[in-house]
């Protein structure tokens, strides 16, 4: 079973296996009274369970987030669509690792005693636009938007069978009827709703999306009985300062109205976190249990994961591997689900973005600059878009006098020569060329050369480490990219980079 695999990669410990034979805590109350022997196998047992529990519950730190805790989940409500707007370095923390070239809307929506109802309006054919469906872990399963070629109209969202409804299996469209375009059978009672709304330019465009996510309408309708009880603030609330409290606190408040998919999955990990403490939807801490090496142990296997679910491009690039991006095989793969819930919650899948990263910790030092070499325009859809994006080492916008966090397709990029890459810069427009071009990223204090400022990304000031995100959404191909590779310059960086071996 895939999930024995995971855990016992995940946990680094033979007494894990004893976790598993263990079915209820009437045998562990057994073993403790066998003496000494069974108090250490069961202190073991408990470490071992409660770093799977934060593993599998870390993810929820995000959902969290997502909604700026209780307070915001109180102003947000539920069922109710929310533009975002435009993201600036102000309102990044709404989404984890921005694209600036989409406005954003979310919600956060409840199934526990109703169904939802999303009206998509009509678009133009070659605009991106996502609404994306996630469980409370960012598990994508459901995806309606331009690149699937979804009809517009109504959908009807719903808890699946699973939950003794009506509805198919989880995350699938029924049959359309006359009254919906599809039906859409959620695994969760708790959902995050993400649409993405593709920006063409920052100035008119604003006010054509925000008319389009006016008509975007979320409405309830009651069609079956309530299953559980509502989410509310309170959920959110009064959540401990310790990190690895808090994810067992928001585990044990959330678990039974989002469990596993997979019935014998659930089962197994409502006895995990039971081993763990966590029963009644309240976390109890058990005895000489030490939280802060069982979150230690279980955040270094998540970031030992890297390498097990990254693959290498050319060039030093790295890209997620493409059945656990956004997609964690129905929530059984734990520790991708926590490595892209630390890095990129809320993750497109790979059929609607590419998230292009490179290989090594990027870092610069206060006289050094970064050149980012491209083949040519890089290949998307009609529907599609790129941009290189800067951010710091919390994947949030990194500050900086111009407000300039991203370069794309979108952008004033030149070639070396100053003719534009795309549209018309300074009364020249773009030809059909597809030549090389490069950015500059350079410490925000230092002013970009003349003939660089189209083409100048700021890191921070001064130097250090930040996150560098190339993405495409709806993209085709992102092989062409020749490297990054810092180059000490003085008065002007180099006119061309080395570049990574291919």
């Known amino acids: 079973m895939l999930f024995l695999s995971l855990a016992l990669s995940l946990l680094l410990s033979n007494a894990f296996a004893r976790t598993i034979k263990l079915s209820s ?19 073991d047992e408990t470490f071992d369970a409660t770093v799977f529990a934060l593993t599998y519950g870390l993810p929820l730190l995000g959902f969290v987030k997502e909604f700026n805790g209780a307070q915001g989940l109180a102003v947000l409500g ?57 469980d ?17 109209g109504r959908y009807l969202l719903r808890p699946s069978s699973r939950w003794n409804t009506t509805a198919s ?46 008509q975007a309408n979320l409405t309830t309708t009651n069609q079956h009985p309530a299953i559980a009880s509502p989410l509310t603030p309170n959920d959110f609330a009064g959540l401990s300062n310790s990190t690895a409290l808090s994810i067992l606190q928001l585990t044990a408040r959330l678990h039974e109205r989002n469990p596993p998919e997979s019935p014998v999955f659930n089962g ?8 763990a403490g966590i029963f009644n939807s309240s976390y109890y801490e058990p005895p000489n249990v030490n939280l802060t090496l069982a979150l230690e142990t279980a955040s270094t296997a998540v970031n030992a994961s890297a390498a097990q679910f990254t693959r290498p491009l050319s060039n030093g690039w790295t890209v997620f591997d493409s059945p656990i991006q956004g997609s964690f095989q129905n929530g059984e793969n734990i520790l991708a689900r926590a490595l892209i819930a630390e890095t990129t ?16 910790p990027t870092t610069l030092e206060a006289d050094q600059a970064y050149l980012l070499t491209f083949f040519g325009k890089p290949p998307v859809q009609s529907d599609g878009f790129w941009s290189v994006t800067m951010y710091g080492p919390d994947r949030y916008p990194i500050p900086n006098p111009l407000d300039i966090f991203s370069l794309g397709d979108r952008s004033n990029i030149t070639y070396p020569d100053g003719t534009p890459v795309y549209g018309k810069v300074g009364g ?24 660089w400022t189209s083409n100048w990304l700021p890191a921070p000031a001064g130097g250090g480490n930040f ?19 810092a180059n000490p310059y003085s008065t002007s960086p180099p006119l061309r980079s080395d570049v990574l071996s291919s």
Do not use: W
Request: glycine share 4%; hydrophobic share 45%.
């Open 268 to 275: 197994i990990v409502s006895m995990l976190l039971e081993r």
């Open 428 to 451: 020249v427009n773009a030809t059909s060329a597809d030549e090389e071009f490069q950015i500059l990223i350079q410490p925000a204090d230092k002013a970009p050369p003349a003939n």
């Open 136 to 152: 409370p872990f960012g598990d994508v399963f459901t995806n309606l938007g331009s690149v699937d070629g979804n009809a517009t």
């Open 78 to 134: 539920t069922n109710k669509l929310h533009t975002v707007g435009q993201i600036s370095a102000s309102t990044a923390s709404t989404v984890v690792a921005p694209n600036f070239d989409t406005i954003y809307a979310i919600a956060a929506l409840d199934l526990a005693a109703q169904d939802v109802v999303i009206t998509l309006p009509p678009i133009e054919p070659d605009r991106f636009y996502l609404f994306a469906f996630y």
């Open 25 to 43: 805590r009437s045998e562990l109350l057994q073993d403790l009274a066998k003496g000494a022997e069974a108090l250490q196998d069961f202190a």
């Open 345 to 360: 919650y809320l993750a497109n899948t790979a059929d609607q973005a590419l998230y292009i990263e490179p290989g090594t």
């Open 169 to 214: 299996a989880a995350g699938a469209f029924a049959n359309s009827s006359t009254e919906y375009q599809g039906y859409i059978d959620s695994p969760t009672l708790d959902v995050t709703l993400l649409v993405r709304i593709e920006l063409k330019n920052n100035s008119t465009d604003v006010a054509y999306v925000d008319k389009y996510l006016d």
């Open 467 to 485: 996150d560098l995100i190339c993405m495409f959404l709806a993209g085709l191909v992102c092989l062409f990219m020749k490297g990054v590779k």
